[in-house]
């Protein structure tokens, strides 16, 4: 120092400093004044309101989850005290525990303890070795304040936490990025009260929202027809089994229309969905590979 002025002649970044010390350095490889505290943590400098060049949005938050929250846990906002929110891990599992993730913590935090949690930009020093550069990271809904590379899907919920920018066993990074995905009635254009099963989502032009509807059951009775091409276990049993049980077993029609023998109107018997012809005339007579023409209401 002299002139009133301070030198920096790019030295490396320090070792930890001593209790209620702080190390200040200027990192030439970022271009940026950083700060090294007593907890070992090394962050930008900031001054003012004015950010002139950071690489992380950090939060000073505190644990009181019962037990050590490590670094690189996904967390939630689950509280405040003390003029500090509180975290709890996330997990993509629940609408609770997943809808509301905050950040990535940089450092270890014990019980009662605070730490800082990264935002938004680079968290260091964590082991990625298990990731690839560039691969997506996801929060998991297995392993709570977990990343995973795998996509959730429903009823799992969607949050995504960032990229793997190096994949190191000591010093990897991750740019931190978190987006919460939506539930469907959280659209601002969607309007859902009091589902029921069964129910449609409709659009009502008067309010211009979509909105949960109890839509007709279709009617019953619905005219069916079906093709049946016989094989042999159709004529040893002398039946074939239908899509569905008719409504009326006296309004079946069946039609022999290719094969052998083409008859039409032909007698047969109807238990639930299964057809028979056994002691009919159409016995002996069909045979491998004729086809039934069956009609009727379901």
Known sequence: MSDSKIRFNGIQEPETPAANRVYLWYDEDDQIFKIKRDNGVAEPLVGGTIVANTEKLLCVVRNQTGATLPKKTVVYISGATGNRPLVSKSQASSEMGSSKTFGILQQDILHNGTGYCVVEGQLTGVDTSMFSEGQMLWLS??????????????????????????????????????????????????????????????????????????????????????????????????????????????????????????????????????????????????????????????
């Open 141 to 298: 809904p297995t392993v709570a304040g977990g990343l995973t590379t795998t996509k959730p899907s429903a009823p799992d919920h969607l949050v995504f936490c960032g990229y793997v920018v190096r994949s190191h066993i000591t010093d990897g990074i991750i740019e931190v990025k978190i987006q919460n995905g939506f539930e469907l009635q959280e659209l601002h254009n969607v309007a859902i009260n009091g589902v029921t099963n069964g129910q449609a989502l409709v659009y009502e032009s008067s309010t211009q929202l979509w909105k949960n509807q109890t839509i007709s059951i279709p009617p019953s009775n619905v005219y069916t027809v079906e093709y049946f091409t016989l094989d042999a276990l159709n004529i040893s049993s002398s039946s074939i089994t239908l899509s569905h049980t008719p409504t009326d077993s006296s309004s079946v029609t069946l039609d022999v229309v290719s094969g052998s023998a083409q008859v039409y109107g032909e007698d047969y018997t109807v238990s639930l969905n299964v057809l028979s012809w056994d002691a009919t005339p159409l016995y002996g007579i069909l045979d491998v590979g004729d086809k039934l023409r069956v009609t009727y209401t379901r």
